[in-house]
């Protein structure tokens, strides 16, 4: 399996954390974890079906996954390839028009999330021959989209990095008070550029933050429940357990299928030191 993160261009690193690619030869069981941030993915090669507990569901060649606060699991039966863009949560309303808490646990297709013109984005990017030139078209097209914004709401957007990058906690009444605006008015506006309420929010980072732990065996599970602020053991295992259906303690030994791209990223990550 390989897994790979990509830089986006500088003109669009407001709105994109990075471009991801997952591509494996085999067949694959994959589980997506409650996130904070929102994704945009083109199958180039195999599909893939989200299992309900009812049955299968064939997922579309590309659609665009909001903030979640759940966790979903799919199978490929084949081998195959998928290009992502990761985007920072406040890129829907900005770059879509769109209120970010609208696609808040939702995965619409790009067609019926975009209409023709993300049929016509789809098939660009899956027929094209290899990743170089699907950075290129997708860079293009949110080129573009980052040109028509009239309005940037600079210091949510700065207050929401600030979260999910250095696991700040908001003191709600104060932040609104500094943004001019009453608790209800700042929760409004917070839910429509990051899909959930601050509460809600900053819980479903604090769980990634910790769930990228993986592979950094020297701390136990006490050490990093209590350096991401959960209070006990157990709260951090109702919590993780929501959030990713998985109990820390089989997450963290890596015996669990469904998440092979984090050994695959590891591994990258140690070769590039080497």
């Given at each position: 399996m390989k897994y790979l993160t990509l830089p986006p261009p500088v003109s669009l690193a407001e709105y994109v954390r990075f471009f991801w690619i997952l591509e494996s030869g085999q067949s694959y069981e994959h589980r997506s974890l409650a996130d904070g941030s929102v994704e945009m993915i083109f199958h180039y090669q195999g599909s893939f079906d989200e299992i309900?507990?009812?049955?299968p569901r064939a997922c579309p060649p590309s659609a665009i996954q909001g903030t979640s606060s759940?966790?979903?699991?799919?199978?490929?039966?084949?081998?195959?390839?998928?290009?992502?863009?990761?985007f920072y949560p406040y890129a829907v309303p900005a770059l879509f028009d769109i209120p970010a808490n609208e696609l808040s646990n939702e995965m619409p297709d790009l067609h019926?999330?975009?209409?023709?013109?993300?049929?016509?984005?789809?098939?660009?990017?899956?027929?094209?021959?290899n990743n170089a030139d699907r950075i290129s078209i997708i860079s293009?097209?949110?080129?573009?989209?980052v040109k028509q914004i009239e309005k940037r709401d600079a210091g949510m957007h700065h207050l929401i990095c600030s979260i999910i990058h250095n696991g700040c906690k908001t003191n709600i009444e104060l932040t609104a008070k500094e943004f001019s605006l009453?608790?209800?008015?700042?929760?409004?506006?917070?839910?429509?550029?990051?899909?959930?309420?601050?509460?809600?929010?900053?819980?479903?980072?604090?769980?990634?933050?910790?769930?990228?732990?993986?592979?950094?065996?020297?701390?136990?599970?006490?050490q990093i429940a209590l350096e991401f602020g959960y209070y006990d053991h157990s709260h951090f295992t109702n919590e993780f357990k929501?959030?990713?259906g998985y109990n820390p303690k089989g997450y963290f030994s890596g015996n669990e299928v469904g998440y092979e791209w984090r050994n695959a990223d590891a591994e990258m990550s140690q070769n590039s030191k080497n």
């Open positions: 309900k507990s009812d049955s759940d966790y979903q699991v799919y199978t490929c039966q084949s081998a195959f390839g998928i290009f992502g863009i990761y019926a999330f975009l209409g023709v013109e993300g049929k016509d984005l789809e098939d660009q990017m899956i027929t094209s021959q293009a097209f949110l080129e573009r989209r009453s608790r209800r008015q700042f929760e409004r506006r917070f839910k429509m550029l990051a899909g959930f309420s601050p509460k809600m929010y900053e819980r479903i980072i604090r769980f990634q933050n910790a769930a990228d732990e993986y592979n950094k065996q020297q701390k136990s599970l006490t929501k959030f990713s």
